[in-house]
């Protein structure tokens, strides 16, 4: 089973930018989508978005277009997430967690995904 580390979260000004990492170990970062997740205090955690294995393009929640990028780096079996213009309601703890080779839907994170990380937190705040 796949397992999967994220690190590069912290705490950052509002308007400021963080990297996160997904790093994969136990199995081929090749044949997994990995969907980012995050959950804020006294919330239901929600999807962020969704990197494929394949040409599909990147799903983003809405909230986050045009300000998070998610890519990923096989060879390295890392999956990254670019946050920029970051604002003070993306305070969460962000996850990360495998799919098969195509993304299912980020509306629904209990259905098709696994192998999920122990979080990192993201701080927004002056």
């Known amino acids: 089973q796949v397992q999967l580390v994220e690190s590069g979260g912290g705490l950052v000004q509002p308007g400021g930018s963080l990297r996160l990492s997904c790093q994969a170990s136990?199995?081929?970062?090749?044949?997994?989508?990995i969907g980012w997740f995050r959950q804020a205090p006294g919330k239901e955690r929600e999807g962020v978005s969704c990197v494929s294995s394949s040409d599909d393009s990147p799903q983003y929640a809405d909230s986050v277009k045009g300000r998070f990028t998610a890519s990923r780096d096989n060879a390295k079996s890392t999956v990254y997430l670019q946050m920029n213009s970051l604002k003070p309601e993306d305070t969460a703890v962000y996850y990360c967690a495998a799919a098969g080779v195509r993304c299912p839907s980020i509306a629904t994170p209990k259905i098709g995904f696994g192998s999920w990380g122990q979080g990192t937190q993201v701080t927004v705040s002056s």
């Open positions: 136990r199995f081929s970062l090749e044949y997994l989508s």
